[in-house]
């Protein structure tokens, strides 16, 4: 089944929220669905340590020794299986990113974030060439804002991305209130009280569009021939 991880060497580039988003939408949707939470502050284990309800299974055990067999294992019993990695280029991190069928690599509106997310670009072709075949990837925005307030800096920098032919996810996920609200109230966005979390109905449609795009370049690597 496939394997998404998330990766970026910069701290805070919103790897997690990525994660849960998606996860918890196709959770949500019926999907049996695995996090193997890679990340030394364990964000979606302390998630998981909350009271919803939906069948997510959070793996918090895992290091540069147990990854791959980690991700195996977890591959033969869920039908989706997401990594959540440390914010750094480590051994761990290239392991999980040679085993994954496709690796988001999150980033800001911000020419910081666009560097940093360059080096994890640079850590994907350094995989490839040791392992001598293409690692589908994809950059993916977080934390922008929604139109009509985009910001001129992050049109230029998805624009720059594109030129130089780097795969960009189309659908952003916006600045909302909801996302940090999973991770305080420690539930689902399917689960928040939309009378307490502003603008709750535009945050799900915002991780339904992006796990909808997802799984579109899923199956267009498996249709290539890419994915395990």
């Avoid at 790897?15 to 979606?44: E, H």
């Avoid at 340590?49 to 299974?57: A, D, E, I, V, Y």
């Avoid at 993916?140 to 230029?156: H, L, S, V």
């Avoid at 909808?212 to 899923?218: F, G, M, S, T």
Wanted: proline residues 5%; hydrophobic residues 40%.
């Amino acid at each position: 089944m496939p394997v998404i991880c998330a990766a970026n060497p910069k701290g805070g580039a919103g790897k997690s929220t990525t994660i849960l988003a998606i996860a918890t939408t196709l959770a949500d949707q019926g999907a049996s669905v695995i996090v193997i939470d890679a990340d030394p502050n364990k964000p979606i284990t302390d998630w998981r340590s909350g009271s919803s309800r939906l069948p997510l299974q959070v793996i918090s055990d895992v290091n540069e020794t147990t990854i791959r067999d980690k991700i195996n294992r977890a591959a033969t019993e869920a039908q989706f299986v997401f990594v959540d990695l440390e914010g750094t280029a480590s051994r761990l991190a290239s392991r999980a990113i040679i085993r994954s069928d496709l690796t988001l690599i999150p980033l800001g509106g911000t020419a910081l974030d666009a560097k940093q997310a360059a080096r994890a670009v640079g850590l994907i072709r350094e995989n490839e060439e040791d392992t001598g075949r293409k690692l589908p990837f994809s950059l993916a925005f977080n934390r922008t804002n929604p139109p009509p307030f985009t910001r001129r800096i992050e049109r230029e920098i998805a624009d720059q991305l594109r030129a130089n032919n780097v795969p960009l996810l189309h659908s952003h996920l916006y600045r909302r209130e909801a996302y940090n609200a999973m991770f305080m109230e420690r539930l689902s966005l399917y689960e928040l009280n939309p009378a307490s979390v502003n603008g709750l109905t535009a945050a799900i449609d915002n991780a339904i569009r992006i796990t909808a795009e997802v799984l579109d370049l899923l199956r267009g690597s498996a249709k290539t021939g890419e994915v395990a």
